[in-house]
């Protein structure tokens, strides 16, 4: 059992920047890839981005190319995700999730376990 808390979450500017971070519960996080979702007020959650056990490999969705990134340290059982040039249309629930399986899934089911999410909001 893994259980993920986020934080840093809160209310920016558009423009501005906020780093997010999950931390995880017990020994095992290496062993588990890594991902960002979303979910804004009546839409379905989306994939923002994921890391694989080691950070070799990342992969993001075209709308945050280039302006978020995502990193972990395995040593604090912790991801981040980076977010510059925030948009009012980045405005969401943000939750991160872990994943036995190996490779970056993009895909909600795919995912083991859940953060109870932390809300973004990006004033325009």
């Known amino acids: 059992q893994v259980q993920l808390v986020e934080s840093g979450g809160g209310l920016v500017q558009a423009g501005g920047s906020l780093r997010l971070s999950c931390t995880a519960s017990g020994r095992t996080f290496s062993t588990y890839a890594m991902g960002w979702f979303r979910q804004a007020p009546g839409k379905e959650r989306e994939f923002v981005t994921a890391i694989s056990r080691s950070s070799g490999n990342t992969y993001y969705a075209d709308f945050v190319k280039g302006r978020f990134a995502i990193s972990r340290e395995n040593a604090k059982n912790t991801v981040y995700l980076q977010m510059n040039s925030l948009k009012p249309e980045d405005t969401a629930v943000y939750y991160c999730?872990?994943?036995?399986?190996?490779?970056?899934?993009?895909?909600?089911?795919?995912?083991?376990?859940w953060g109870q999410g932390t809300q973004v909001t990006v004033s325009s």
């Open positions: 999730a872990a994943t036995k399986d190996v490779g970056l899934y993009t895909l909600p089911n795919a995912y083991d376990y």
